[in-house]
């Protein structure tokens, strides 16, 4: 079946440490996303990949870093900078394309620092 | 500056009678609108979508409605079940203004209850 897999489900961090979310495709989708969901606050997006070895940032980039070398993976890392880290992650894929544009999302990984 | 809101956090419906949930967007770029479920602990699930050349689209018990000149969209779930209890989401992008790759902008969501 194709999907989205994020891992690990949960993720526990002491203060100071760098922490990598995965998040891997097989839906042959050329765009990835990764959003922060807060208690109250919907979706916000972090960073988004349309193609491989590209990114941008989205609204909420600070602290956050990504890479996209391979077109089925876009991993997440949260760093030490990110001031309030802990919160329920997504990440999604999608065709990419101009037009009607619909995310599939990943189960989620919960992070929670220490 | 909330670009899609969604005013009612949550919203309590008897079995079998209609739910309706309202979104309002002030961005008038955006001209493709999405509504996604959400169980706690689990990623979106994409439900119905409609573009801005439509004023109404239908899926099953789901319909959702697009009125422009308002910047409203709504979508009825007609009978409402007890498995439609989840938050719901109403997202939208930028069809035809390099958006749409670029991600979706979501509101916060209303938390729908079915009652029996």
């Known amino acids: 079946d194709g999907g989205i897999t994020q891992s690990p489900k949960y993720l526990f961090r002491k203060e100071g440490q760098n922490v990598t979310l995965s998040c891997e495709q097989n839906?042959?989708?050329?765009?990835m996303y990764w959003y922060r969901q807060d208690p109250g606050q919907g979706l916000r997006l972090i960073y988004y990949?349309?193609?491989?070895?590209?990114?941008q940032k989205g609204d909420i980039a600070e602290g956050y870093s990504v890479s996209r070398e391979k077109k089925e993976s876009f991993p997440l890392t949260v760093t030490s900078a990110q001031k309030n880290p802990t919160a329920f992650y997504l990440c999604?894929?999608?065709?990419?394309?101009?037009?009607?544009?619909?995310?599939?999302f990943g189960a989620g990984s919960r992070l929670t620092v220490l | 500056d909330q670009q899609v809101k969604q005013n009612s956090p949550s919203l309590s419906v008897q079995e079998g009678r209609i739910s309706i949930l309202n979104c309002d967007y002030t961005?008038?770029?955006?001209?493709?609108f999405l509504w996604y479920k959400k169980y706690p602990a689990e990623g979106p699930t994409f439900l119905i979508s409609?573009?801005?050349?439509?004023d109404k689209n239908e899926d099953g018990r789901f319909t959702v409605f697009l009125n422009k000149s308002a910047k409203h969209l709504s979508l009825h779930i007609v009978p409402s079940q007890p498995g439609d209890s989840a938050v719901y989401f109403c997202?939208?992008?930028?069809?035809?203004?390099?958006?749409?790759?670029?991600?979706?902008?979501f509101g916060k969501g209303t938390h729908l209850i079915i009652q029996p």
């Open positions: 999604a894929s999608s065709l990419g394309r101009s037009g009607a544009n619909v995310l599939t």
């Open positions: 839906l042959n989708h050329d765009a």
């Open positions: 990949s349309q193609i491989v070895n590209d990114f």
């Open positions: 961005n008038s770029m955006f001209d493709y």
């Open positions: 409609i573009s801005s050349i439509k």
């Open positions: 997202a939208a992008s930028g069809m035809y203004s390099g958006g749409g790759a670029d991600g979706l902008t």
